[in-house]
């Protein structure tokens, strides 16, 4: 049985930063990509970035330059570096392990969210 915990979200002015911060308790015998996704009020659930145990990354176009994700797969720790936050990026973060080569494909595990919010 597995659980996935994110932590570091918050309240941060335009402009600031953040990082997220994934802990995955329990054994996992396959999550090849793991990535974050956020859903605002109302929208759409998105993924944000994903990357492979290779270590290759890919993002959502509205947030390179700005994110960076990480993985420390013996910790079994994942992040995300958020830098100049814009408040369109506010919206809860989850956290996804999978197993497939796609971010969201096969066996999938999924944290319970952790809430970013950026004022103005």
């Known amino acids: 049985q597995v659980q996935l915990v994110e932590s570091g979200g918050g309240l941060v002015q335009a402009g600031g930063s953040l990082r997220l911060s994934c802990a995955v308790f329990g054994m996992i015998t396959n999550f090849n990509t793991m990535g974050w996704y956020r859903q605002a009020p109302g929208k759409q659930r998105e993924l944000v970035a994903d990357?492979?145990?290779?270590?290759?990354?890919n993002y959502v176009d509205s947030v390179k330059g700005r994110f960076t994700i990480s993985r420390d797969n013996a910790k079994k720790m994942l992040y995300l570096q958020m830098n100049s936050l814009k408040p369109e990026d506010t919206a809860v973060y989850y956290c996804?392990?999978?197993?497939?080569?796609?971010?969201?494909?096969?066996?999938?595990?999924w944290g319970k969210g952790t809430l970013v919010t950026v004022s103005s």
């Open positions: 996804n392990a999978a197993s497939g080569v796609l971010s969201g494909y096969g066996i999938n595990y």
């Open positions: 990357i492979l145990s290779s270590g290759s990354t």
